[in-house]
């Protein structure tokens, strides 16, 4: 998993799609169906249910939702604030039935 994974999930998530999340990170449709494919593979969970040409998040979708959003705010505070991070690590366990998220999440800092 990596932060341009993360960001095309929030951008699936909230263009409803691929093709005009693609439009909104410049990115080929493809290429964000690659990105959300490794994610969900590194998750071993299922984020999105595909409808046609529109997708809808999943329980698990719904739970990671949130912490990507923050996940990537504060991966851009920290950049505008001049420290470089570097995802080494993410461990996620991802419990839909009981609603529960479990996440953790190795960085490293540079100046």
């Not at 420290?83 to 991802?94: D, M, N, Q, S």
């Amino acid at each position: 998993m990596d932060w341009a994974s993360l960001s095309a999930f929030v951008a699936v998530a909230d263009h409803g799609g691929f093709s005009a999340a693609a439009g909104q990170l410049h990115l080929t449709q493809p290429a964000i169906s690659k990105r959300i494919a490794l994610l969900e593979a590194s998750l071993q969970a299922r984020l999105f249910d595909r409808l046609g040409r529109q997708v809808v998040l999943t329980e698990a979708g719904r739970l990671l939702l949130p912490r990507a959003r923050q996940m990537l705010a504060e991966a851009e505070a920290a950049r505008r604030a001049g420290v470089k991070i570097v995802l080494i690590r993410w461990t996620a366990f991802i419990v839909c039935s009981g609603l529960a998220v479990v996440a953790g999440l190795y960085l490293l800092l540079t100046a």
